[in-house]
């Protein structure tokens, strides 16, 4: 796909993500809005997966480290065939498997997420597993920056760069707030970039909502071998929706019609404007 | 009759199975030699991953091994596998189903004089609520080996906790044909009472309906050595035919295998239970079999308990 075709397909994404959180009145919207430009690289062009080989042990593993926010990889399961798009309607749903966290009862999900700190371990275990079987997948893992204050991810870490774990691609959406405010005043994390480093991955500082970027970061992670990589991805929170943007309370949060016609509204004229640009 | 520690079959069998299939892969957290891996390690490095001390990441780079098509056993102190990391327990392994073996080893009071750090007495309580999970204990070497070989070809997750002690051997290579999963092991046939154990305390239940018999006091003894899913078959009958039953197990009185029995039994056909197991206090130190004696469990204590409980439902009878 083209720069211009994935920035529309994000936009797409983010509609849907928009949809959900209408018809349930509930979800981590800021958080899949600010991770939806990096989901739908990652989907639509970076990643090697396929609806119609979904069990193909030779496919690329992707990890929402980050499970709450599910909305986003939800409707790029259903755009890209895992799940039908009709069966989005039922999210969180009494007795849906389309809980509010990703779950391996739903096709193209590897692994059940929820709980913070997780995904990067059960990547490492994935990447790990394919340096055991001669097998040449990738692993691609995505993080909230609100957990990297659980201490497993950085027992993880440690595990990544001892085995040299060049499979293993790990994405950080700094977004810079998590549910009770900013990350800075919750608990520091800064400098993130070098404690990566000390930790022993190759570190990529990017845009994470520039789709240009986003490529071209993992274009050039491609060329390093024998460190695990990370790209530091700076984003906004709720972005595309301007009320949301940079706001900790749509952390979490349900759209009313009058809010749902707002956003969607904007979303899509950023559509429009995108055909024009 | 000799002493072999269920780690040290734990590890054998753990070789033999991994020379055959490169599925197998073993975990540890800087315990291979608490869990004796060293042969493991030499003989099949490529098939062996050391974490280092990270109990979390372990049991999580396992689920992700799993969900990849190998068979990860973590092998490593059941205190901490069972604490540390029970949250990976609970998402990585038990809600994800993936097919983790967790082989916790030197658990309940093996580290007696270590201190309740050391002590897992709460790990069957921990996991028994948790879906997809078996939990498992071996009696001794010869069942190690046949649980061991029998879960890496069962699809599933598996807590399976054994001590660090030598252990008298109660079955030969032989007695392991009619052993199942989730089957309690009739080892002693018995009318008046039953002694239902787990783990090490299935040799003290033995020693313990031995003494009983020269008294003419016949007590049937049941391995369960699958805590879940539990023998339920067996426990009516035990309930049904001897009317009293008597649990036995080297964990906490609260929620391990005395819980489970009491569970079903309560609901579905009540008798007397009588659970023995470590009480809700603060743990004395010391080795094990001291601390076994001391609370009780030794072959002595628990013949003990049977003439007391009988003794007085004779009296009861009476009036």
């Known amino acids: 796909m083209t720069i211009r075709e994935l920035e529309q397909k994000a936009n797409e994404i983010r509609q849907g993500i928009i949809d959900l959180v209408h018809i349930s009145k509930v979800g981590h919207v800021g958080g899949a809005l600010s991770s939806c430009d990096i989901l739908t690289a990652l989907y639509y062009e970076v990643m090697k997966v396929d609806a119609e080989r979904a069990e193909d042990p030779d496919r690329d593993r992707f990890v929402l480290s980050k499970g709450h926010c599910v909305e986003g990889h939800l409707n790029i399961l259903a755009d890209k065939g895992f799940i039908e798009k009709e069966e989005l309607k039922s999210f969180c749903q009494f007795g849906t498997r389309l809980i509010a966290h990703p779950n391996r009862q739903i096709p193209g999900v590897e692994m059940n997420t929820g709980a913070l700190g997780h995904g990067l371990s059960v990547a490492c275990g994935m990447a790990k597993a394919a340096k055991m079987q001669n097998r040449d997948y990738r692993v691609y893992v995505v993080m909230g920056d609100g957990e990297q204050g659980e201490g497993s991810i950085w027992e993880a870490a440690m595990f990544a760069a001892n085995y040299k774990l060049d499979n293993l691609y790990a994405i950080l959406d700094r977004n810079r707030l998590q549910i009770s405010g900013p990350t800075e005043d919750v608990m520091r994390l800064e400098p993130l970039k070098e404690k990566w480093e000390a930790f022993g991955f190759y570190v990529e500082e990017i845009d994470g909502n520039d789709m240009r970027e986003i490529l071209y970061a993992f274009y050039k992670l491609e060329k390093v071998k024998d460190r695990p990589k990370l790209i530091l991805a700076d984003t906004v929170k709720g972005k595309g929706v301007s009320f949301m943007e940079n706001q900790t309370k749509w952390h979490h949060g349900g759209l009313n019609d009058e809010l749902y016609e707002t956003a969607s509204k904007e979303i899509a004229e950023r559509t429009r404007r995108l055909c024009y640009e | 009759m000799s002493k072999t520690a269920c780690r040290k079959a734990l590890t054998k069998t753990l070789l033999e199975i991994a020379e055959k299939s490169k599925k197998i892969v073993v975990l540890t957290s800087d315990a291979r030699g608490s869990v004796t891996l060293n042969d493991f390690a030499a003989a099949l490095p490529e098939q062996f991953v050391e974490v280092g001390i990270a109990e979390q990441d372990e049991i999580g780079v396992a689920a992700g091994m799993a969900a990849c098509g190998l068979i990860p056993f973590v092998c490593a102190p059941a205190p901490f596998l069972s604490a540390r990391s029970l949250e990976q327990i609970k998402v990585d392994v038990s809600y994800s189903n993936t097919n983790v073996k967790i082989c916790g080893v030197s658990g309940g009071l093996s580290y007696g004089a270590l201190g309740g750090s050391h002590h897992s007495i709460h790990d069957l309580a921990a996991v028994r609520p948790m879906e997809n999970m078996t939990v498992l204990m071996p009696a001794d070497a010869a069942q190690t080996g046949w649980m061991v070989k029998t879960i890496a070809e069962t699809e599933g997750p ?138 009780g469990l030794d072959g002595g204590g628990i013949a003990k308990t049977v003439r007391e409980l009988l003794n007085k439902q004779h009296m009861e009878e009476k009036k």
Request: aromatic letters at 6%.
């Open chain 2, 158 to 295: 598996v807590y399976m906790r054994m001590g660090r002690n030598g252990v008298e051997d109660i079955y030969t290579e032989e007695d392991v044909s009619c052993f199942e999963i989730g089957k309690a092991h009739l080892l002693r046939e018995g009318r008046d009472i039953t002694l239902i154990a787990a783990g090490e305390m299935v040799w003290y239940a033995k020693c313990a309906a031995e003494m009983l018999q020269e008294e003419n006091i016949s007590a049937r003894v049941l391995d369960m050595h699958t805590i879940k899913p539990l023998d339920i078959g067996a426990l009516r009958a035990a309930a049904e035919e001897t009317g009293y039953l008597v649990t036995i197990e080297e964990h906490s009185v609260c929620g391990g295998l005395g819980s489970a029995v009491a569970e079903y039994i309560c609901q579905n056909c009540p008798v007397p239970v009588k659970i023995l197991g470590i009480p809700d206090e603060h743990v004395i130190a010391g080795d094990s079999p001291e601390v076994f004696a001391h609370y």
